[in-house]
């Protein structure tokens, strides 16, 4: 697979990591000097059918639901976009690992950090809470702990938002 030098203004610095859908890239944001994130989804699942308008929506929810909501906890949205190959969503980008990353590794928190991660992701979920944003799926992929220690909330892919 050929990766993109460039999405939008972002210039493209290296891949975290890839699925089915798409591709997350590790981009730069040339005008404010940062590292970003930039989830991709692939052209070909936004055609028509049900299932790319489905993969469409949730990609579009994602966004919206995350890029309205400005927390310590949840990776921050910057930008919806699109080019000719694929949409995408430039983020925060988040220096660390999953949760999921630690669990494949065996790696064991004690309580404190355990009660830590916990209270972090309680707050974060409650702040989304109360401005009508539901995940619906926390897992360890979703949970990002940055090397400040410091957990962050991401993927926002099927989360519900009240009106």
């Given at each position: 697979m050929t990766h993109p030098e460039q999405l939008g203004?972002?210039?493209?610095?290296?891949v975290i990591g890839q699925g089915s859908m798409g591709v997350v890239y590790r981009g730069?944001?040339?005008?404010?000097?940062?590292?970003?994130?930039?989830?991709?989804?692939?052209?070909?699942l936004l055609d028509a059918s049900d299932q790319g308008a489905s993969a469409a929506a949730r990609f579009r929810v994602e966004a919206q639901a995350a890029g309205r909501?400005?927390?310590?906890?949840?990776?921050?949205?910057?930008?919806l976009g699109e080019d000719d190959d694929?949409?995408?969503?430039?983020?925060?980008?988040?220096?660390?690992?999953?949760?999921?990353?630690?669990?494949?590794?065996?790696?064991?928190f004690?309580?404190?950090n355990v009660l830590t991660l916990?209270?972090?992701?309680l707050d974060a979920l409650d702040f989304a809470h109360?401005?009508?944003?539901?995940?619906?799926?926390?897992?360890?992929?979703?949970?990002?702990?940055?090397?400040?220690?410091?957990?962050?909330?991401t993927d926002f892919g099927i989360a519900r938002i009240e009106a």
């Open positions: 203004a972002y210039p493209i610095t290296g730069y944001d040339p005008h404010i000097q940062r590292p970003v994130a930039i989830k991709t989804i692939k052209r070909d909501l400005n927390h310590p906890g949840i990776v921050s949205i910057y930008q694929c949409a995408f969503i430039v983020m925060e980008y988040v220096e660390g690992h999953s949760l999921r990353d630690y669990v494949s590794r065996s790696v064991r004690d309580e404190r916990m209270a972090q992701l109360e401005r009508g944003v539901f995940h619906r799926d926390i897992k360890p992929a979703n949970l990002i702990i940055g090397r400040d220690g410091r957990l962050k909330v």
